[in-house]
């Protein structure tokens, strides 16, 4: 196996004592990825650090059995400084947990994003409530009955079945329905009102919302709560569909349904709490400050190489009332390649793993050039344009 393995002459001229690690990073890369015949190239450049870069790990490989990560589903065992990050890709499944008093790791995007918001209470349809039919029946605390008697009941009260005044509205036949309690809450008696409600969902990047998907990841055949499972050879991983307590195929209401490994894992998914109770809905911010705790209040880890990526942070382990957005996903070093017989030298000091020596600086390679670098500047703009086009990782 011919590899060569080049670093960037400001790294060596500036960071003497890091070479050997540079070089044994290097060797391990083409190792790794099976290299041959070609350049490995990289280095800090201006930087005090080895660039790194993060991707995201999809919801199959988290319980794939092709997966060296899932293998024994070992944590890691020591926290360490997060990893900072040269970059971080889009991720697919992101936890958003943003508290003005938490402890802030970072801000990533994702395809979907587990986020509150407000939506309709029939869901897409977004039907028109009206609310002049109840004017003159509640005030902001209390609601009207039939028998002219005043109870305590609004929004709060009956989402968090506090006091026995909602339960007597319940039992009072004028109200078919606590939709009303929308109007309440939003003091409006508009006949065209739209009524909605704070909850946790999954949101996309385009701004739809749903509570659930359709199906999901499983190790196993036969998940808590799933049927129908089909075994994906490609992602040695179950797709399964829900199922009731018959073992019939259903749609699970609201976040009732699990994260992406159904509701029967928890890995990398929690239910989003209510503070004050165990609601999956609750008033919104503007009216009761941070009424959420979830998701993972208490923090997380990661399974032993795998990263909560949190914008231009890597962590281990989410701390104890972390603040941000993150995804699951892996980083690594930021290297590219360069075919070999595009040229054996690169007026650069170099690493050969086939003769394992240093090269000196070849000055002709650069003599007469009408380019803006300088003798000694090899940039890897310079480096492609000298030698072509390169494979970029």
Not at 3 to 19: D, K, M
Not at 225 to 233: F, R, S
Not at 268 to 276: I, M, V
Request: charged residues 15%.
């Amino acid at each position: 196996m011919q590899v060569v393995l080049l670093f960037f002459s400001l790294c060596l001229q500036h960071c003497y004592g890091w070479e050997n690690t540079f070089i044994e990073l290097g060797e391990t890369i083409a190792d790794s990825f099976n290299l041959s015949n070609c350049w490995v190239c990289g280095g800090p450049g201006d930087l005090n650090e080895w660039p790194w870069v993060a991707q995201p790990v999809q919801p199959k490989w988290w319980v794939s059995n092709l997966s060296m990560v899932r293998n024994g589903t070992e944590l890691w065992a020591q926290d360490s400084s997060p990893w900072r990050l040269y970059s971080s890709g889009m991720g697919v499944l992101c936890l958003n947990r943003t508290k003005q008093d938490g402890v802030h790791v970072g801000q990533s995007k994702c395809e979907w994003t587990l986020s509150p918001g407000f939506d309709c209470w029939d869901d897409d349809n977004c039907l028109p409530y009206n609310c002049s039919k109840y004017q003159g029946r509640w005030n902001h605390t209390h609601v009207k009955l039939t028998n002219d008697t005043w109870v305590a009941c609004t929004y709060r009260l009956y989402q968090l079945h506090y006091g026995d005044g909602c339960a007597a509205v319940k039992q009072d036949t004028f109200f078919p329905d606590f939709g009303f309690l929308g109007c309440q809450r939003d003091n409006t008696t508009d006949e065209n009102h739209v009524n909605r409600f704070y909850r946790w969902a999954w949101q996309h990047d385009n701004g739809t919302r749903t509570t659930h998907f359709r199906q999901f990841w499983s190790s196993t055949s036969q998940p808590e709560w799933g049927c129908n499972c089909v075994w994906k050879a490609g992602a040695g991983a179950w797709k399964c569909e829900h199922c009731n307590s018959a073992g019939q195929s259903f749609i699970p209401p609201g976040l009732r349904g699990g994260g992406p490994l159904g509701p029967g894992d928890h890995l990398y998914f929690q239910y989003p709490r209510y503070s004050l109770n165990t609601s999956l809905w609750a008033l919104s911010p503007e009216q009761h400050s941070d009424p959420w705790n979830g998701p993972f209040p208490n923090g997380t880890w990661a399974l032993k190489g795998h990263y909560w990526i949190c914008g231009q942070y890597a962590y281990r382990r989410l701390p104890p009332n972390w603040s941000g957005v993150c995804y699951v996903g892996y980083i690594r070093p930021l290297f590219f390649l360069l075919p070999l017989h595009k040229g054996s030298t690169l007026g650069i000091k170099v690493y050969d793993n086939l003769i394992r020596t240093k090269r000196s600086l070849d000055s002709t390679l650069t003599s007469g050039s009408s380019q803006k670098w300088g003798t000694q500047e090899w940039p890897p703009e310079r480096i492609i344009e000298h030698y072509g086009p390169a494979t970029w990782n």
